[in-house]
């Protein structure tokens, strides 16, 4: 069976440029060329025909996200349907219980992970995927005593390489193939 996948993350809607010393306009034009891509990616996704697009966290900064933004993402989302769209919260779009995530109603199509601790998603028979979001519960070790499912496990997760920061999960090459899986998708 084939089974495709169109993988992106860290793509920022609505991020704040104004702290780095832009003009105004051009975190007007930056905010638009965001939305573009998302836009592109998503008819690339209907273009190569695959049977799942996954986001591997900040798909938009929760602290700056405008309502009309937050109303964009869901329709692009809705328009992509019968493709299934499965999230993975990250540090910026964190999953909490005040977030847009917990809040909206999204469409059908859309799977978030809400879960600090690892679940799991079945693609297609034989096919995994697991995923957990930001932020991680304190002490937790998200791989640690992970026991693959019979089949192709593929981790879908926002992370970083080393511990500096309890907002984001920590991981390593290591220890995705430690723990048995296939590939990891990463944000």
């Known amino acids: 069976m084939r089974y495709k996948i169109l993988h992106f993350a860290d793509l920022h809607l609505d991020a704040s440029f104004a702290g780095q010393g832009f003009p105004v306009e051009y975190g007007k034009e930056r905010r638009l060329d965001l939305r573009a891509a998302l836009t592109r990616i998503f ?32 329709q692009q989302l809705a328009l992509l349907a019968p493709i299934r769209v499965i ?31 690892l679940s799991h998603l079945e693609l297609a028979p034989d096919i995994h995927l697991w995923s957990a ?13 992970f026991q693959p499912a019979k089949g192709i496990n593929i981790l879908l997760l926002h992370a970083i390489r080393t511990r500096n920061n309890s907002e984001v999960h920590t991981i390593s090459s290591e220890l995705v193939q430690k723990a048995g899986f296939h590939c990891a998708l990463l944000g």
Do not use: H, M
């Open 87 to 117: 999230i993975a919260p990250g540090g910026q779009d964190s999953y909490t219980n005040e977030s847009p995530y917990a809040r909206l109603n999204w469409p059908e199509n859309v799977d978030i992970f809400y879960q600090s601790k």
């Open 133 to 145: 979001c930001n932020p991680p519960t304190r002490g937790l070790k998200l791989l640690d005593g």
């Open 43 to 74: 008819a690339r996704a209907r273009e190569l025909k695959v049977n799942a697009v996954t986001i591997g966290g900040d798909l938009f900064v929760q602290e700056y996200l405008l309502p009309e933004t937050a109303d964009f993402i869901q």
